[in-house]
């Protein structure tokens, strides 16, 4: 089985508190993706509180965003109509859900062939479930298609991708 895990697609990320231009731009290729997809399709979900801001990452990070039940929190319409499994909520940047959830599946149901990783942002949230992924199967190829990721700036996304093809994830661009 191949899974494709979607991290964050969500309007705050797209084009609302912390929205860019790249983000924007990879919404069709990101649908495209989900639609020709031979696999399992999960998505996580960042998801604050209204205490956001008094948070260790609301701290560091002081722009409110994808505060539960919000219109910045919803996924993007257009990629929401294609999930056909309730996202996966995550506090923080790796989401230890997801992480849990394909170990377990690994485990007791069916063999993980590879996984594939497509979002945002490449710089925080795509490499720490990269990375955390890679920790829970260490033997399950990560791959990570840029052409459907856009991070915080053009530039921390290109040393993402570099920081994670040094710890053995593979980046594509299809």
């Not at 919803?74 to 996966?88: F, G, K, N, S, V």
């Amino acid at each position: 089985m191949k899974i494709l895990a979607v991290i964050d697609m969500q309007n705050d990320f797209i084009d609302g508190a912390l929205g860019t231009a790249e983000a924007q731009a990879i919404v069709p290729r990101v649908i495209d993706k989900i639609k020709r997809f031979d696999g399992r399709v999960l998505a996580t979900r960042d998801t604050h509180g209204e205490d956001y801001l008094d948070t260790e990452e609301g701290r560091k990070l002081p722009v409110v965003h994808c505060v539960r039940d919000t219109q910045g929190w919803q996924i993007h319409a257009d990629i929401e109509a294609l999930l056909t499994e309730q996202p996966i909520d995550k506090p923080t940047f790796g989401s230890l859900g997801l992480g849990q959830v394909l170990s377990a599946y690994q485990k007791y149901q069916e063999p993980i062939e590879s996984i594939t990783l497509i979002g945002v942002c490449t710089d925080i949230c795509v490499i720490s479930n990269a990375l955390l992924l890679k920790a829970y199967m260490p033997e399950v190829p990560v791959i990570v298609d840029a052409s459907c990721c856009a991070g915080v700036t053009p530039e921390t996304h290109r040393q993402a991708l570099e920081a994670m093809k040094v710890c053995q994830i593979n980046i594509v661009n299809e």
